[in-house]
C-alpha cells in the first residue's frame, strides 16, 4: 500500500464541477496505470485506463493525465453529476514477479445537485 | 454470462467459527483473487491463483485459506475467524494475456463478533 498514494481522501465537487483525484506512485515497475470506480454495495470496476507511453487519454467525462517524470497521474472528471458519486481508486499494475494491482486507499466523492 | 458471483453476501460468525466464501467466474479466466477492503486501506491482496490447482499468498494471507480445485472457482476459508476479520471480501478474475482488466464480484460483507 505504501507504494501508491492517493489523495484527497475525500472530495465534495458541484454538480458540472471538475472533479481531481490524484495518485503518486514510487515503483518504475508499474506499467499501466488505471482508475476503478465503485458504487457503495458494489465491487470495483475499471473505469479509464492509461499505458505510459502517453500523457492523457480522454473517454466522454473522464481524463487521465499522467506524468512519468514525476511518477503521478490523476483522474479528472469534467461535468461532474450526481450519478457519478461513488469511491474511486488509482491502481496501478506492477508488471514483476507476480504481476498484480496495487491500490491506493480510494477517494470518496461527493457531486452535489 | 454472470461475471463474477459470490457467496454468501453477508455472514456473522462467532470468533472461533469457520466458514468458506465461494467465488464463480463464467469468463473462462486465469488468475483469480481473493480482496479484503477495509476503510481508509484499500484493497488488499490475501491470496491469488494463476490457474487450476495452484495458489500464493498475497499480502495479509494469515488467518485464511483457499482452493481452486476448478478453474471457474475460487474458495476462500476462515478455519477460525477473529474480530481482525471483520471486513468485506472481493474476488476478482482476469485473463492470463491480452488484458490487465480485473473483474470484481460484488463482495461478501462478513462481521465477526
Known amino acids: 500500500q505504501q507504494q501508491v498514494k492517493q489523495s484527497p481522501q475525500s472530495l465534495i465537487v458541484q454538480k458540472g464541477g471538475i472533479s481531481i483525484i490524484n495518485c503518486a506512485y514510487e515503483n518504475t515497475a508499474f506499467d499501466y496505470f488505471p482508475w476503478y470506480q465503485q458504487f457503495p454495495g458494489k465491487g470495483p470496476a475499471l473505469l479509464i485506463a492509461?499505458?505510459?507511453?502517453?500523457s492523457e487519454k480522454k473517454e466522454g467525462r473522464f481524463t487521465i493525465s499522467f506524468n512519468k517524470s514525476a511518477k503521478q497521474f490523476s483522474l479528472h472528471i469534467m461535468d461532474s453529476q450526481p450519478g457519478d458519486s461513488a469511491t474511486y481508486f488509482c491502481a496501478p499494475f506492477l508488471n514483476t514477479g507476480f504481476q498484480k494491482l496495487v491500490f491506493g486507499t480510494g477517494t470518496r466523492l461527493l457531486v452535489s445537485p | 454470462n454472470a461475471g463474477v458471483t459470490q457467496t454468501p453476501k453477508f455472514r456473522v460468525l462467532k470468533t472461533g467459527q469457520s466458514m468458506t466464501l465461494l467465488c464463480a467466474q463464467d469468463?473462462?479466466?486465469?488468475?483469480m483473487y481473493w480482496y479484503r477492503q477495509d476503510p481508509g486501506m484499500g484493497l488488499r491482496l490475501i491470496h491469488y491463483s494463476v490457474g487450476e490447482g495452484t495458489t500464493a499468498k498475497g499480502e495479509v494471507p494469515d488467518g485464511y485459506n483457499v482452493s481452486r480445485l476448478k478453474k471457474q472457482n475460487f474458495l476462500l476459508g476462515l478455519e477460525s475467524a477473529a474480530p481482525s476479520q471483520t471486513s468485506v471480501y472481493f474476488c476478482?478474475?482476469?485473463?492470463?494475456?491480452?488484458?490487465?482488466?480485473?473483474?470484481f464480484g460484488p463482495g461478501t460483507r462478513l462481521t465477526v463478533t
Open positions: 469468463m473462462n479466466h486465469e488468475y
Open positions: 492509461i499505458r505510459p507511453d502517453v
Open positions: 476478482a478474475s482476469r485473463k492470463r494475456q491480452g488484458s490487465y482488466e480485473q473483474y
